[in-house]
C-alpha cells in the first residue's frame, strides 16, 4: 500500500506536553501538507512543505507550532506545551508536484490528537 | 473571498433516493473543484473532482453539476446506499496553487 501513512493515530498528551505526528508521503511525492479539523469542521490548511523546505506555514499558529520535511524521513508536525484547545484530527496530505494534476492531494487517514 | 459555503450540515436519505448537497464561492479565480468523502475515523478521500469548463461530470452514481455564472456547484448522489453515509466536503483551488478551501462538510445518513 503505497497511501500517505500516519503515525500515531491516536495520540493522549497532557496539557504541557509535546506532541510529534509524522507523516510519509505517497511514494513519488514530494509536497506535503498539513491540516487541522476540528470536530464539526472543514479542514483547516495549516502548512504546505517540501523537501528540506517550508513553502507556506501561513495557517500555523505563530507560537508552539512547527513543521519539518527533512530530506530522509517522515514530515513531522510538533505541537509544543499543549492545551486543550489543540485537540483535534490532524490531517496530511501529499502531492506529486508535477505535471496537469500536481495539485490532487491524497490525505493519510490523520491523527487524533487528545489534550487532557 | 476565500470562503466556501456548504449546504446543508446534515442529511438523511432513504436508500434509492438522491441526496444532494450544494456549495457556492465567491473567489473567480478558483478553477478546480473535487468532493472529498470522509468515513470516521479515516482521511478524506477524492470522489470526484470538475473543472469549470463542463457543466457537469458524472462517475458512476455521482455526478457534479457546475454553474459558473452562479458560483455554485453541486453533488448529486444517483441510488443514494447506506454504504454512502459519510461527511462530505467540497472544496476549492486556484490552479498552480495547492491551499484547497474546504467546506464545513455535509454529514449524509443513508437509512436502510
Known amino acids: 500500500n503505497a497511501g500517505v501513512m500516519q503515525n500515531p493515530r491516536h495520540l493522549v498528551r497532557r496539557r504541557g506536553q509535546e506532541a510529534r505526528l509524522r507523516c510519509s508521503p505517497m511514494?513519488?511525492?514530494?509536497?506535503v501538507y498539513w491540516y487541522r479539523q476540528l470536530p464539526e469542521e472543514g479542514l483547516k490548511f495549516m502548512v504546505y512543505l517540501q523537501k528540506e523546505n517550508i513553502i507556506d506555514e501561513s495557517g500555523m499558529p505563530k507560537e508552539r507550532f512547527s513543521a519539518e520535511f527533512p530530506k530522509e524521513g517522515p514530515s513531522i508536525l510538533r505541537i509544543q506545551q499543549v492545551v486543550r484547545g489543540d485537540s483535534a484530527a490532524y490531517f496530511c496530505?501529499?502531492?506529486?508536484?508535477?505535471?496537469?494534476?500536481?495539485?490532487?492531494?491524497?490525505f493519510g487517514p490523520g491523527t487524533r490528537l487528545t489534550v487532557t | 473571498q476565500q470562503q466556501v459555503k456548504q449546504s446543508p450540515q446534515s442529511l438523511i436519505v432513504q436508500k434509492g433516493g438522491i441526496s444532494i448537497i450544494n456549495c457556492a464561492y465567491e473567489?473567480?479565480?478558483?478553477?478546480?473543484f473535487p468532493w472529498y468523502q470522509q468515513f470516521p475515523g479515516k482521511g478524506p478521500a477524492l470522489l470526484i473532482a470538475?473543472?469549470?469548463?463542463?457543466s457537469e461530470k458524472k462517475e458512476g452514481r455521482f455526478t457534479i453539476s457546475f454553474n459558473k455564472s452562479a458560483k455554485q456547484f453541486s453533488l448529486h448522489i444517483m441510488d443514494s446506499q447506506p454504504g454512502d453515509s459519510a461527511t462530505y466536503f467540497c472544496a476549492a483551488l486556484t490552479s498552480g496553487t495547492y491551499k484547497y478551501i474546504f467546506g464545513t462538510g455535509t454529514r449524509l445518513k443513508v437509512l436502510a
Open positions: 496530505a501529499s502531492s506529486s508536484g508535477t505535471g496537469i494534476v500536481s495539485y490532487e492531494q491524497y
Open positions: 473567489n473567480t479565480a478558483f478553477d478546480y
Open positions: 470538475i473543472r469549470p469548463d463542463v
Open positions: 511514494k513519488g511525492h514530494s509536497h
